[in-house]
């Protein structure tokens, strides 16, 4: 399985950017994909979850309320829609995916991932 994020790029603060994450055989069958992030000096941090069906989502608490994670599985990709976006964002995003057996709780959201991409750099300007 191979992951594929996109969508990174330069930008200022305030605005916004779009990652898409494809996967090469279809973000529609992992249970859970997740979008991580990791800036210079720092350990990585998750940032937003949703489940197969899209219709559960966790988030970080630092992105809560200007991030959106989604999904299209008829296009096999998550999207993380980020808005209001800040300096502190500025980071390397990456995103995972993994099979659960159980239904996606935020301990699952968050906790290791099986399959990993390349990540997408991000900076926000100030």
């Known amino acids: 399985v191979q992951l594929q994020a996109s969508g990174g790029g330069l930008v200022q603060a305030g605005g916004s950017l779009r990652l898409s994450c494809a996967a090469s055989e279809g973000t529609f069958s992992f249970d859970a994909v997740g979008w991580f992030r990791q800036a210079p000096g720092k350990e990585r941090e998750f940032v937003a979850a949703?489940?197969?069906?899209?219709?559960?989502?966790f988030y970080a608490d630092s992105v809560k309320g200007r991030f959106t994670i989604s999904r299209d599985n008829a296009k096999n990709t998550v999207y993380l829609q980020m808005n209001s976006l800040k300096p502190e964002d500025t980071a390397v995003y990456s995103c995972?995916?993994?099979?659960?057996?159980?239904?996606?709780?935020?301990?699952?959201?968050?906790?290791?991932?099986?399959?990993w991409g390349p990540g997408t750099l991000v900076t926000v300007s100030s």
């Open positions: 995972a995916a993994k099979y659960s057996l159980a239904p996606m709780t935020e301990k699952i959201a968050t906790s290791e991932y099986a399959y």
């Open positions: 949703i489940n197969r069906a899209g219709h559960r989502a």
